[in-house]
């Protein structure tokens, strides 16, 4: 087995844990390295986790998931979200953002997303 596959593995292993310090290691390792395809598998295990905590990091957070500083990375994030076939916590954690982030730029994102997924 290569290291490329090792650490897909890895992902996949943390995006399927039931443990919310799973979130956490993809958080902090995952989404704030340089790799951008690291970035997007990470934010794919978090998507699909499809919890409130794990969709806060990609919804809410600042030059990550969908307000990603690539846009390759922020379509990829999106493009994951508008995949999940039980929408209710994203539309959930969107809606929060949409009201309560102080961010114009995250709210407007919010916005964006939210709509997209109403009219998908």
Same mark, same amino acid.
Request: include cysteine; charged fraction near 35%.
């Given at each position: 087995? &290569?290291?490329?596959?090792? %650490?897909?593995? +890895? !992902?996949?292993?943390? /995006? #399927?844990?039931?443990?919310?310090?799973?979130?956490? $290691?993809?958080?902090?390792?995952?989404?704030?390295?340089?790799?951008?395809?690291?970035?997007?598998?990470?934010?794919?295990?978090?998507?699909?986790? &499809?919890?409130?905590?794990? %969709?806060?990091? +990609? !919804?809410?957070?600042? /030059? #990550?998931?969908?307000?990603?500083?690539?846009?390759? $990375?922020?379509?990829?994030?999106?493009?994951d979200i508008l995949?999940?076939?039980?929408?209710?916590?994203?539309?959930?954690?969107?809606?929060?953002?949409?009201?309560?982030?102080?961010?114009?730029?995250?709210?407007?994102?919010?916005?964006?997303?939210?709509?997209?997924?109403?009219?998908?």
């Amino acid at each position: 087995m &290569n290291d490329n596959q090792k %650490l897909l593995n +890895v !992902i996949e292993a943390l /995006g #399927k844990h039931e443990d919310s310090y799973a979130v956490k $290691v993809l958080d902090e390792v995952g989404t704030n390295c340089a790799d951008e395809e690291i970035r997007k598998l990470c934010i794919k295990a978090l998507v699909n986790r &499809n919890t409130e905590d794990s %969709l806060e990091v +990609v !919804i809410n957070r600042k /030059g #990550k998931g969908i307000n990603d500083l690539s846009s390759d $990375v922020a379509m990829s994030a999106i493009n994951d979200i508008l995949e999940i076939k039980d929408r209710k916590n994203v539309l959930k954690v969107l809606e929060n953002t949409c009201k309560n982030a102080e961010d114009k730029i995250l709210r407007e994102c919010a916005e964006s997303v939210k709509t997209l997924i109403i009219f998908s």
